[in-house]
């Protein structure tokens, strides 16, 4: 029996989606490329603190061009530690700047260490795992606080740092960074970083204020909390690292 060709063509639209539709969901690099800071710190300064129960010191991200330095003050000092990523089209490399301003590669095996005994690691600052490469994006949407969220799996590609695995879930909508779990090799929690608010800095969103949970992986519960804050930013002239 010959098919109407008007029945052909609906049956063909139903068994294959256009290539606008397919091309309609974001890939993992997408979600990440607007969730890291590069996508929001064009020309801008983040200038915030960290807290830990009543103590805090101030920290700042400064865009300028290739590269994101991060800065933090010691408490009760006036030093200013410094380090950096170098950002290149596909790949990073986190660097440590000297008392004398030269950068040298960061060493391995200070990534997770704590940052003034506070729930936040060097890798976490600089939230390197949000440049991890060939992420994978779950088909199922999430929701975080009713906000429908897309959600990123990322695998450690060198096994350096404390990470061996991370979830991302990025706002559906903003395409703001939402929530970060890192999990260790077994698949348990070592750390939760939660967006409490978000803040709009040129055409994109960032974060404001985040909450930092320090994990028990065995029994799942919450053993250090920590803050980290950012106030809303002053736009600065183009120029080199501080």
């Given at each position: 029996?010959?098919?109407?060709?008007?029945?052909?063509?609906?049956?063909?639209?139903?068994?294959?989606?256009?290539?606008?539709?397919?091309?309609?969901?974001?890939?993992?690099?997408?979600?990440?490329?607007?969730?890291?800071?590069?996508?929001?710190?064009?020309?801008?300064?983040?200038k915030?603190?960290?807290?830990?129960?009543?103590?805090?010191?101030p920290?700042g991200?400064?865009?300028?061009?290739?590269?994101?330095?991060?800065?933090?003050?010691?408490?009760?000092?006036d030093?200013?530690?410094?380090?950096?990523?170098?950002?290149?089209?596909?790949?990073?490399?986190?660097?440590?700047?000297?008392?004398?301003?030269?950068?040298?590669?960061f060493?391995?095996?200070?990534?997770?260490?704590?940052?003034?005994?506070?729930?936040?690691?060097?890798?976490?600052?600089?939230?390197?795992?949000?440049?991890?490469?060939n992420?994978?994006?779950?088909?199922?949407?999430?929701?975080?606080?009713?906000?429908?969220?897309?959600?990123?799996?990322?695998?450690?590609?060198?096994?350096?740092?404390?990470?061996?695995?991370?979830?991302?879930?990025?706002?559906?909508?903003?395409?703001?960074?939402?929530?970060?779990?890192?999990?260790?090799?077994?698949?348990?929690?070592?750390?939760?970083?939660?967006?409490?608010?978000?803040?709009?800095?040129?055409?994109?969103?960032?974060?404001?204020?985040?909450?930092?949970?320090?994990?028990?992986?065995?029994?799942?519960?919450?053993?250090?909390?920590?803050?980290?804050?950012?106030?809303?930013?002053?736009?600065?002239?183009?120029?080199?690292?501080?």
């Amino acid at each position: 029996m010959k098919v109407p060709s008007f029945l052909l063509r609906a049956i063909l639209v139903v068994a294959a989606p256009s290539t606008s539709l397919a091309q309609a969901e974001p890939s993992a690099d997408d979600l990440l490329k607007t969730a890291r800071f590069v996508a929001t710190l064009q020309q801008q300064d983040l200038k915030g603190f960290i807290r830990k129960n009543e103590r805090k010191f101030p920290v700042g991200l400064f865009l300028r061009g290739e590269n994101i330095q991060l800065t933090y003050k010691q408490p009760g000092t006036d030093k200013e530690v410094r380090f950096h990523m170098h950002l290149q089209q596909d790949s990073y490399r986190l660097l440590e700047v000297g008392a004398s301003g030269e950068s040298v590669r960061f060493p391995d095996a200070k990534l997770g260490q704590s940052i003034e005994g506070s729930d936040l690691s060097y890798e976490d600052l600089s939230m390197r795992f949000l440049y991890w490469p060939n992420g994978t994006v779950d088909p199922e949407l999430d929701k975080i606080k009713g906000q429908q969220c897309r959600v990123v799996q990322l695998a450690n590609p060198n096994g350096k740092g404390r990470y061996a695995q991370v979830r991302v879930w990025v706002h559906k909508k903003s395409q703001a960074l939402m929530k970060v779990v890192g999990y260790n090799a077994e698949g348990l929690p070592l750390k939760r970083f939660q967006v409490l608010d978000i803040m709009k800095v040129g055409n994109a969103y960032t974060l404001r204020r985040m909450r930092v949970d320090t994990v028990d992986p065995i029994g799942n519960k919450v053993v250090g909390l920590t803050y980290l804050e950012f106030d809303k930013p002053k736009a600065v002239k183009p120029g080199g690292l501080r």
